[in-house]
């Protein structure tokens, strides 16, 4: 049987010590609304005088004319008066009247909403038709509209809409036309025009003075973009948030604008880059900027008083070209929007509910690439070269593929030597702590050795690795976090089991038991012994070694009170020092039962942490689902005998509602990956379907070679997960499903 763990060679220590924390509840700031009665995208939403939202117009298949009324008070919408005109993309301005002016959107008509009547009456018409463009009220009561997509070209022009005289006149023009720009009004009742399109993204910011009807140049932005938003911070400055950019997809920066200096500065990015996202200006200042471009679920908070970023939960609808508003409660409404087609749902975000995740799955992304020539999320930690021998590497981690910039516990990192030259280990450990006797992978020269890592991460933000021997390569992919508050209780690493006689065990209990021989089955005490408790304990972390085994074989680990199932953990070969990383639920009386498959071979087992019974965590008595070998099976007969996975090729793995994974509120789940009999050196990624193909690799392998890797892995809203062989050869490739994270 293949063993499906990680190879995690002389894991000595996982992690390092933490304070030990009991299971709790995770805090959900996001809440369903009540739905649309039509999915829409590209539309606007408008908060009333009365409390009321209003949202007009958008796209489903062509452009809407219809409108709907959300009621704070009933969590409810009812219709309201269609629109003259079906439009998208277009404006909404909350005039001093109570009357909502919408303007443009693939038109030159303009019409006004009347509250009172609910509904809609003519006010005039732009000089020529126009979306992408901005609408800004002024202190005096007219609004400005700016730029956008013309007829034919990308336009510069500038119209004002007097409501005094419901009519429109030109205003002067901008210096460069753009569309998909922002446009702010400041505290000094000028309007900053920042980015946008034309050819390319604009770096350039204008400033309109309605005093003078006059615009002049601003500072330029460092990164030009576009779909981007910008915000009024209760400071007077503006900060501006992802978009698009030139050769940079999704953009995840952030700068802030000071009218005092009329210049840019700065700000820490997201966590993710995204583009059609919105941002929302808090009643605490702080700026809530939710979902976007690449199937973003996610959203995150900004704090201007420490310019940093902390996640705000994930919605539960994946979305972009959506709308959000910020209600008279403090709440925040979030409406509509696109993902795999148009959607009508709603959510609420109460920013008085504190977003405390535990752990936060993240689609894998590459950190840390030694190699020259090589590529990173951001940059950072690109073509370093190798590390030296008895070199450290200090890896930022905080605040760089997705993991927030404080309120970091620990990361999971998908660590790799490869191009070692000589034979040693690697070791991680949080950065500003004293290095520990431990190691998180060995390898021997010319090898390429892939295995998860579960690192603390230091005040700092960093987590330092360090390399023995010789000079080698290393790749760091982040796949998740746990966050202040987890239920994961780490421990300093400790033996409880070492079957070899002459070595001892933290407390004395099995050690020098002798070797575990053909169908042998030891059952292991994990609760009561070094702090773990006598009850309650879900699963155990534990670094499991197979020494100087006699033949080819395997083990697996299981909860002793459930029957053996068809499935192992790690592989190893005669005379071979194997060790391997195991998430193993524990059964009722605090034990896990380990069975050797052929030959003599010691175990030693370290524990190196555990999470409750009530956790995020849920483990499941490892089953089979999925392995391409002809004639192979499955626990439900799905993903079995489906041939090899070709060279450069993929294939999906439906996970939910298959062994012992529930159908729904999954985010995601702990697999025990694969590759065996592979005909030429390559690598496998995994990353959940509907995202694209990160940049990382969940194991390495080499022609004809057995090897595994533990991955944790996001969920989607597509509920399954991808396999991509980046070899020239294919490969067969065996999956066993070991747990699950709650959906956060």
């Known amino acids: 049987m293949i063993s499906t763990m990680s190879v995690l060679h002389k894991v000595c220590a996982l992690l390092m010590i933490l304070v030990v924390g009991s299971a709790h509840a995770v805090s959900k700031p996001w809440s369903t609304a009540d739905a649309l009665a039509t999915g829409r995208e590209l539309h606007t939403a408008t908060l009333l005088s009365s409390g009321k939202v209003l949202v007009a117009g958008g796209y489903y298949g062509g452009s809407l004319a219809s409108a709907e009324l959300y009621d704070p008070a009933t969590n409810s919408w009812s219709a309201a008066g269609a629109l003259l005109t079906a439009r998208y993309h277009h404006t909404a301005t909350l005039l ?10 693939g038109t030159a008509s303009a019409e006004l909403y009347n509250p009172a009547t609910n509904s809609w009456s003519a006010a ?13 009220l002024l202190p005096s009561g007219k609004v400005l509209v700016v730029g956008g997509d013309g007829a034919a070209n990308i336009l510069g022009s500038a119209e004002l809409y007097d409501p005094a005289t419901n009519s429109w006149s030109a205003a002067a023009s901008l210096a460069n036309p753009r569309d998909r720009h922002t446009a702010t009004l400041l505290p000094s009742g000028k309007v900053l ?3 946008g399109y034309n050819v390319g993204f604009l770096t350039t910011a204008e400033l309109y003075d309605p005093l003078t009807d006059n615009w002049s140049t601003a500072g330029s932005l460092a990164t030009g973009r576009a779909f981007h938003t910008a915000t009024l911070l209760l400071s007077g400055k503006v900060l501006v948030v992802a978009g698009a950019g030139n050769n940079a997809g999704f953009l995840a920066s952030a700068e802030l604008y000071d009218p005092a200096s009329n210049d840019w500065s700065t700000a820490s990015p997201l966590a993710l880059g995204r583009e059609y996202n919105t941002a929302t200006l808090l009643p605490s200042g702080r700026v809530l900027v939710a979902g976007g471009s690449g199937s973003l679920a996610s959203t995150e908070l900004y704090d201007p008083a420490t310019d940093t970023w902390s996640p705000a939960g994930s919605m539960a609808n994946a979305r972009d070209d959506h709308t959000a508003t910020l209600l008279i409660s403090g709440k925040v409404l979030v409406a509509g929007g696109s993902y795999h087609g148009v959607i009508a749902s709603a959510e609420l975000y109460d920013p008085e509910v504190k977003f405390n995740p535990g752990f936060l799955s993240l689609s894998p992304t590459r950190l840390l690439d030694t190699r020259f020539g090589s590529s990173t999320i ?11 021998a008895s070199g450290v590497i200090d890896l930022v981690v905080a605040g760089r593929g997705g993991v927030p910039s404080n309120d970091v516990v620990a990361v999971v990192l998908n660590v790799t030597a490869t191009n070692p030259t000589a034979s040693g280990y690697i070791a991680a450990w949080p950065s500003e702590m004293a290095q520990p006797l431990a190691s998180n992978l060995n390898f021997t020269p010319g090898k390429t050795v892939p295995n998860l890592v579960i690192a603390n991460v230091g005040t700092n933000g960093k987590v330092s690795l360090y390399n023995s021997a010789g000079t080698t390569d290393l790749i760091a992919d982040v796949a998740g976090y746990f966050s202040v508050g987890t239920d994961l209780n780490t421990l300093s690493p400790a033996r409880l089991l070492d079957t070899r006689a002459g070595f001892a065990t933290i407390d004395g209990q099995f050690q020098g038991t002798g070797a575990l021989s053909t169908g042998g089955t030891l059952t292991l005490a994990i609760g009561g012994r070094d702090g773990i408790p006598s009850s309650g304990v879900g699963a155990a972390i534990l670094n499991v070694t197979a020494v100087q085994p006699t033949a080819m074989g395997y083990l697996t680990l299981w909860p002793s009170d459930a029957a053996q199932p068809w499935a192992s953990n790690l592989n190893f070969m005669p005379g071979d020092d194997i060790p391997n990383l195991v998430i193993s639920k524990v059964s009722a009386s605090g034990d896990v039962s380990i069975y050797n498959s052929a030959g003599n071979t010691d175990v030693v087992a370290d524990v190196a942490g555990w999470f409750p019974s009530s956790s995020q965590l849920t483990p499941v008595v490892p089953a089979r689902i999925m392995d391409t070998r002809p004639g192979a099976q499955t626990i439900d007969g799905q993903a079995q005998g489906i041939g090899a996975i070709q060279s450069n090729g993929t294939t999906n793995l439906p996970v939910l509602n298959r062994g012992g994974v529930p159908a729904s509120g999954v985010g995601a789940v702990v697999l025990n990956v694969t590759v065996t009999e592979p005909t030429a050196p390559g690598y496998l990624t995994v990353w959940p379907v509907g995202e694209s193909q990160p940049l990382a690799s969940s194991l390495n392998f080499v022609a004809n070679q057995t090897i595994a890797n533990l991955v944790i892995m996001k ?8 396999f991509y062989n980046g070899s020239n050869g294919k490969c067969h490739v065996v999956v066993d499903v070991v747990g699950w994270f709650a959906e956060q």
């Open 96 to 105: 001093s009247s109570g009357s909502v002016l919408v303007a443009g959107g």
């Open 124 to 136: 005039g018409s732009l000089s020529i038709p126009r979306n992408g463009h901005t609408a800004t």
């Open 193 to 195: 025009v920042a980015g």
């Open 378 to 388: 951001d940059g950072q930690f690109a073509g370093i070269g190798a590390a030296r």
């Open 715 to 722: 969920i989607s809203t597509n509920t399954q997960v991808e």
